[in-house]
């Protein structure tokens, strides 16, 4: 198994492959082997599409010697999560109530990539119907490779715990609240959030129809470009997709994000993080004031954040899985609170759920404001490293970072990238949000950041 091939970026990859240096064969045939070897010990995955991967493998390695070489995608090993539907094997959502749970057609992001010629390598685990503590899982709680102990975070924990341990080139994962931002920060990744609507969500589990978002999870922000170009743009088949120019070009970056007005929110990290990620936060601010940038304190709009968007999902959730409260099968899902919150949402009302999406626009209107005056909000991923598996939720998310409610409510995009390690060794996140479609403005923005730092380059040992 050659590990230095499994850490490539999609780029460094893509030039092998292309120059026929390296085979989608071999490099397929690597990550599988890896996969065998180290993701029983991270619950990486649910579904190994061994079959399938080589399969696609061969036909990439045919067309690519015929001359026929589609992309930079071309012979590219990933996973998606197991909320996408793939022909011929299990979608369970994470949970046991669906563990016999097939489609008959795959997801639009898995034809996408498809066509882009990148090969499936497996269904990654996930939270239990997207959400819940490390244990909500069917196929038990996933690790981090950092430190085996510790969650990857949820709910795209597979995706993020296979791309850091080096088990696939990227990974799907999906976004209703942190949902991408956690698991990147806790496995010192990139991930990105794009805005609502720009990559279509036929054939992926649905939470909540207002705020749920499909993003790549990847090695560098580059990669994350790469993948977000290939499968976003509307769908005919999604009435919420959206067709928005899009464009990522490293030539003369530093030029162009010297220009951009940044501001950031300031944390408590005393009261409800840790000091470490505070610490970390701080320096990178200073390496975006190396570009030539001023960075500016701004005050959130008021609003109650959280308290929206815990009905609003809570609302629609209900909604979404009504059939298994009307069948009984609510009380076999894995985490009693879950199961509460599924029945407890069946008793929001109209008008609270109304009000909210009310608050909803209003939200938009003054964040647009903000965004009049700046280009980028910064901010920590996540006010923490990785918890103990064991770990209470109520004390790893005490409160504070409000602004991922609101990110998540309104619908911007935002990307995750490792700014630094805690004395635990355990990756730091740093986020960095944009405007409505402005994926390209914090894509820059993090690859900048990332050709100053080193820190996306780390790899973890799995042992």
Not at 70 to 87: C, E, M, N, Q, W
Not at 130 to 152: E, I, K, Y
Not at 181 to 192: A, D, N, V
């Amino acid at each position: 198994m050659d590990k230095d091939l499994l850490f490539k970026t999609i780029p460094e990859l893509a030039k092998l492959i292309k120059s026929k240096k390296v085979s989608p064969v071999e490099v397929t045939q690597n990550y599988l082997k890896a996969i065998e070897k180290d993701s029983p010990k991270l619950n990486a995955f649910a579904t190994v599409t061994t079959e399938l991967a080589i399969k696609e493998a061969k036909l990439a390695e045919t067309e690519i010697n015929n001359g026929n070489y589609r992309g930079t995608l071309h012979g590219i090993p990933y996973a998606a999560k197991d909320l996408f539907s793939v022909k011929g094997y299990p979608t369970t959502w994470g949970s046991g109530v669906y563990k016999e749970q097939q489609f008959d057609y795959d997801a639009e992001v898995i034809k996408r990539l498809r066509n882009a010629g990148a090969i499936l390598i497996g269904k990654t685990a996930m939270s239990e119907l997207a959400g819940g503590p490390p244990f909500a899982t069917a196929t038990g709680a996933c690790r981090t490779p950092w430190d085996l102990s510790r969650w990857s975070g949820g709910s795209s924990s597979g995706s993020g715990a296979s791309v850091a341990a080096g088990l696939c080139m990227f990974a799907l994962g999906t976004e209703t609240w942190g949902s991408i931002m956690t698991p990147s920060s806790y496995c010192g990744i990139s991930g990105l959030r794009p805005t609502f609507g720009r990559i279509p969500r036929t054939g992926a589990m649905p939470l909540s129809w207002t705020m749920d978002k499909i993003g790549p999870m990847a090695r560098a922000a580059e990669d994350c470009a790469i993948v977000f170009n290939a499968i976003q743009g509307h769908s005919p088949d999604d009435p919420f997709s959206i067709d928005a120019p899009f464009s990522f070009n490293k030539k003369k970056l530093m030029e162009r994000v010297s220009q951009l007005k940044v501001c950031f929110v300031k944390e408590d990290y005393d009261k409800f993080g840790e000091v470490e990620v505070g610490k970390a936060f701080s320096e990178a601010l200073q390496v975006f004031k190396t570009f030539g940038i001023v960075v500016e304190e701004v005050q959130l709009p008021e609003f109650p954040y959280e308290p929206v968007a815990t009905t609003i999902i809570t609302a629609e959730e209900a909604s979404i899985f009504e059939p298994i409260v009307r069948d009984g099968r609510v009380k076999d899902l894995i985490d009693p609170e879950r199961r509460g919150e599924v029945l407890g949402g069946q008793t929001i009302t109209a008008v609270d759920y109304l009000k909210c999406l009310r608050l909803v626009t209003q939200m938009r209107a003054d964040f647009d404001k903000i965004f009049k005056s700046y280009d980028v909000i910064l901010g920590p991923s996540t006010l923490t490293t990785a918890p103990p598996i064991d770990a209470k939720m109520s004390d790893v998310f005490k409160g504070g970072n409000v602004i991922e409610a609101a990110e998540n409510l309104i619908g911007i995009p935002a990307i995750s990238i490792p700014c630094g390690f805690d004395k635990k060794k355990l990756p730091i996140g740093l986020k960095i949000i944009g405007k409505h479609f402005d994926e390209k403005t914090i894509l820059e923005l993090a690859a900048a950041f990332q050709m100053a730092t080193d820190w996306h380059k780390r790899k973890p040992v799995v042992k």
